[in-house]
């Protein structure tokens, strides 16, 4: 099982290789697994009040909506 550290790395590898070929993602697709590991982490970390933007939220990841799939890859689309 990949740590969800790394699965989070990942998206933003893809968001960040989509972006400099000038495309514009809007959604990772992901299995349910994956996400529930990330879904586990972002708990542990807690919350903080403010205004500020936070790259990991209940349903989205660095903005882009999560959709599942059951593929053994993450894919930022």
């Known amino acids: 099982m990949r740590k969800a550290e790394e ?3 990942e998206v933003y590898r893809q968001l960040l290789e989509a972006r400099s070929k000038g495309l514009a993602p ?6 349910p697994v ?3 590991s990330i879904e586990s982490y972002r708990r542990s970390l807690g ?4 205004a500020l ?3 990991l939220s209940k349903d ?3 903005g882009l909506e999560i959709w ?8 930022v689309v």
């Open 34 to 36: 994956f996400w529930a």
């Open 7 to 9: 699965l989070i790395v």
């Open 68 to 75: 599942y799939g059951y593929e053994s890859e993450i894919r």
């Open 60 to 62: 989205a990841l660095f």
């Open 53 to 55: 933007p936070d790259y």
């Open 26 to 31: 809007k959604k990772v697709v992901i299995s």
């Open 47 to 50: 919350s903080l009040s403010g």
